[in-house]
């Protein structure tokens, strides 16, 4: 039997317990039929549902399959894959066998797939069928890359991931791994450089599910989860796998990308009970006033937000639509999942909340000294979730993660209630006349006005070469008179911020670059800008 885990939920904050023979997967999988949730619904895509016994054999025939190629314990195994059933069999499949899993976001070019497969010396690579084309140019200049599966109908000349699967043992011993074996690889988003392969060990899955899902959320197995994250990233990752599959819950997912239509659609058909998005994909849902509970919505208790901080007029506007409050929080690629956020029935829209138990944070100088209450400083963060490093990054590893404690680079402030106030990422905060400002704190007041959809703010240098705030504004109505709106929306600033921080130029823009994630992509602004 494998050693499982034990949460003493009970303990504030609950006590996590991992043994040190250990394997993530079997956790995640295998206990909850040993817990009785055999006939449970584990998961719901976009061709039908799957009880726990379904997943847990076919995380075991993908393991086998892995293992048939002839793959050996801690060799990477490359994921480009959809959200359907087959991203957590082969994960967890190879995480079982004791292989590294390296899952990839799938809206990549094939350059930036190139990168990773050779900076992971992925030895195999599981595709789904659509985005094979890219795969294929990709592996091209992967050396180390031996094996290509495909989950799909056809297998463009390469193995079909369920001929595999069904060839393959649907029982599957566990290797033996260790809590602290890296168990598998993020890449981070690459905002500021080449992505970086984030190590994370069998012990990070259940404290985060455990924290945060349990100790916060108070996740249970009657809840139905439906996350516009996908399954690749940290965020998504821990929405529709880690915190629904630790408590025998459903996850709802699907494979199309995460419109504003398209998860008001999921909403309707899945009726969830808990709903993950990002900051922008609210803003896009309220923009419709058709949008609301009578839309089928009605079953949802909480929603969460992440990626970037949530503007407080969003925040209200949804709660006042929707009836169900949205937690923001932040987490991180490094953290794995959310270390700081608002609290069901302890919401402070316009905050990035408390710690979450288990976590601790603190803010610090540009000395590293502590910050007094209200100074601005760099958020750093201590938890039982952390990567080990990034993959053959020895100096950013070491700037990132120094003893306990995690650099996030973001910028924050603590109010009197320990509530803790967003700022911006550090290479986006401005210095305008000696004093900071923060691009969050303006971005969030253009927002409530009622004729702005979406806002970005960056620095741009004057004609005396000065640092001032620089507007990009999506509008309600692009058809708005716009030299009289300009005036209009920096009067709203004047009025509701200090003077130095209003916006010297707007500009109007149908669209804002973002990653994969929802993130605003400042630093294209900032070269748009220069230009």
């Known amino acids: 039997m494998a050693a499982y885990a034990e949460v003493d939920a009970a303990e504030k904050p609950p006590r996590v317990t991992i043994p040190r023979d250990y394997n993530a997967a079997c956790d995640l999988i295998d206990r909850n039929i040993e817990r009785g949730n055999a ?65 990839l976001n799938t809206m990549l070019t094939a350059k930036d797939l190139g990168y990773m497969l050779r900076d992971s010396r992925a030895r195999a690579v599981v595709v789904t069928e659509e985005l094979y ?48 074996d890296v168990a598998f690889w993020l890449y981070s988003s690459g905002s500021t450089g080449s992505p970086k392969g984030v190590m994370h060990l069998h012990n990070d899955l259940v404290p985060t599910a455990a924290l945060w899902g349990l100790g916060v959320l108070g996740i249970t197995q009657e809840d139905v989860s439906y996350s516009a994250a996908k399954m690749f990233f940290a965020y998504g990752m821990g ?71 949530l503007p407080e007029d969003v925040g209200k506007k949804w709660k006042e639509r929707f009836g169900a409050d949205i937690l923001d929080g932040i987490g991180s690629t490094e953290m794995l999942h959310i270390f700081l956020a608002n609290r069901p029935d ?69 109010d009197a209630d320990g509530y803790f106030h967003y700022c911006g990422r550090t290479d986006d905060m401005l210095k305008v006349g000696g004093n900071w400002v923060s691009p969050f704190e303006v971005e969030a007041t253009l927002i409530a006005h009622p004729k702005v959809l979406e806002a970005a703010v960056v620095g741009h240098e004057d004609e005396k070469g000065l640092t001032k705030p620089r507007a990009f504004i999506v509008l309600k109505d692009a058809g708005a008179d716009r030299p009289a709106l300009t005036k209009e929306l920096q009067d709203f600033i004047k009025a509701k911020l200090a003077p130095y921080k209003y916006p010297r130029w707007i500009e109007y823009v149908d669209s804002l670059p973002k990653t994969a994630t929802g993130k605003i992509q400042r630093f294209k602004l900032r070269q748009t800008a220069a230009k």
């Not at 294929?136 to 050396?143: C, L, T, V, W």
């Open 39 to 103: 006939r449970r619904t584990a998961l719901i895509d976009d061709a039908g549902s799957y009880a726990y016994a379904e997943l847990a054999e076919r995380v075991n025939r993908a393991g086998n399959a892995l293992l048939n190629l002839g793959l050996g314990q801690e060799t990477r195994v490359a994921l480009v894959m959809l959200d359907t059933v087959d991203f957590p069999s082969v994960f967890f499949g190879a995480m079982k066998a004791g292989l590294v899993p390296v899952p």
């Open 239 to 309: 929405n529709s796998l880690t915190l629904p599959l630790y408590m025998g819950g459903t996850a709802a997912v699907t494979a199309q990308r995460p419109t504003a239509d398209g998860v008001m659609a999921m909403l309707k058909k899945h009726r969830p009970t808990i709903f993950y998005g990002v900051p922008t994909l609210y803003g896009a849902i309220l923009a419709n006033p058709l949008n609301g509970r009578a839309g089928g919505s009605d079953r949802l208790r909480l929603c969460v937000s992440a990626g970037e901080a």
């Open 346 to 414: 302890e919401v402070r829209y316009g905050t990035t909340g408390k710690p979450v138990p288990g976590y601790q944070a603190k803010l610090l100088d540009e000395d590293g000294s502590p910050c007094k209450q209200g100074e601005i400083g760099e958020l750093v963060v201590n938890g039982p979730s952390a990567a080990i490093g990034y993959w053959n990054q020895r100096d950013k590893t070491r700037n990132t993660f120094r003893g306990p404690w995690t650099h996030t680079g973001d910028k924050y402030t603590v």
């Open 133 to 180: 084309p890219r795969v294929k140019e990709a592996a091209e200049g992967a050396p180390d890359l031996k094996h290509i599966a495909v989950s799909g109908k056809d297998g463009h000349g390469n193995k079909r991931l369920d001929e595999l699967m069904a060839s393959a043992s649907a029982s599957l011993v566990p290797a033996r791994t260790q809590c602290d």
